[in-house]
Nanobody
Framework: QVQLVESGGGLVQAGGSLRISCVAS????????MAWYRQAPGKRRELVAR???????DYADSVKDRFTLSRDSTWNTMSLRMSSLKPEDKADYYC??????????WGQGTQVTVSS
């Protein structure tokens, strides 16, 4: 079992920056990759950024060059630094982990609001 807890969401003006974090606990060694997803009202949940145990990262085209994903060496904490935020970045952001056995876990989400 893996538990994920997000933090750091809030209100920011367009063009501003915000960092959200995800703390993992439990069977961290079972994690093969971690990711941030987001879901805006009335829209489907979408992948924002993902990092594998091997260190590979992927970003959605809509956030490339604006968002930066990082994690600590123990895989205990993953953070997403969001810069040049736009109103369309407003969403609930969810931390997700994938496991070697193809399981997955989700956090409860943290809300990001961008005012124009």
């Amino acid at each position: 079992q893996v538990q994920l807890v997000e933090s750091g969401g809030g209100l920011v003006q367009a063009g501003g920056s915000l960092r959200i974090s995800c703390v993992a606990s439990g069977n961290i060694l079972s994690i093969s990759a971690m990711a941030w997803y987001r879901q805006a009202p009335g829209k489907r949940r979408e992948l924002v950024a993902r990092i594998t145990r091997g260190g590979s990262t992927d970003y959605a085209d809509s956030v490339k060059d604006r968002f930066t994903l990082s994690r600590d060496s123990t895989w205990n904490t993953m953070s997403l630094r969001m810069s040049s935020l736009k109103p369309e970045d407003k969403a609930d952001y969810y931390c997700q982990s994938s496991t070697w056995s193809r399981g997955e876990y989700w956090g409860q989400g943290t809300q990001v609001t961008v005012s124009s």
